[in-house]
């Protein structure tokens, strides 16, 4: 019986490898699609989060915002880490109604300028009223994360250490679609598929032409 030569085995192992990769885009997975944003309008942080720091804000988005979306939702926070490797915790909250879900995030892995979506296990509705809590828990001032704020008004107003302020948190909505690993449409993971299956095609003839016939490896 013929054994595999190394040019056959790795002529053999890059198709098959090649081949999985193709299949990816049909593995499920949720695609993320922002639905509604409140515009960044002379953006202020919220100042530093740590320890017994309490954000809040009721939110109603309008329903014309979000045109005609499906849930889930998500709820994306922007933050900002002062360019700086922060530490502590803090927890993100929605509710609405009797429904809450509650996330502890370690303040390391925030990013600076970037969103932290909190998509609840309940069935979010964002065209009626929810609340959108942020509580420092053993940050300290320093090495804490801070949130953007805007003097946008039209999704509520924030309210910091128990008052009132005249701006709102940066918020966006996020619907998530089932579709494929890489969110891609129907036709091109198709096409995915169709490469994966042309890619084993030219292994095998490959395999052939080196004097491999199928059942000789070894």
Not at 142 to 164: F, I, K, N, R
Request: aromatic share 8%.
């Amino acid at each position: 019986m013929k054994r595999a030569n190394g040019r056959q085995l790795f002529v053999g192992g890059a198709a098959l490898v090649f081949a999985v990769a193709c299949l990816y885009p049909w593995m499920p997975g949720f695609y993320q699609k922002t639905v509604a944003e409140t515009p960044l309008r002379d953006p202020v942080p919220a100042g530093e989060i740590s320890a017994r720091v309490h954000i809040a804000e009721e939110v109603i988005v309008p329903a014309r915002s979000l045109a005609d979306s499906q849930g889930p939702y998500c709820v994306g926070l922007l933050f900002a880490t002062y360019q700086r490797a922060n530490k502590g915790h803090l927890s993100v909250a929605v509710t609405q109604g009797n429904d809450r879900a509650q996330w502890t995030v370690p303040m390391s892995r925030l990013e600076d300028n970037k969103s932290f979506y909190a998509c609840p296990s309940f069935d979010l509705d964002p065209r009626k009223q929810f609340s959108v809590l942020v509580d420092g828990k053993d940050g300290e001032e320093g090495s804490s994360a801070t949130l953007w704020l805007t003097s946008d008004l039209e999704y509520g107003s924030v309210t910091l250490g128990g008052s009132m302020a005249p701006k709102s948190l940066q918020l966006s909505i996020t619907s998530l679609s089932p579709t494929g690993g890489m969110g891609l449409s129907l036709p091109l993971r198709w096409a995915f598929l169709i490469c994966g299956a042309c890619s084993l095609l030219t292994a095998l003839a490959a395999l052939l032409w080196l004097g491999l016939e199928p059942g000789d490896v070894t």
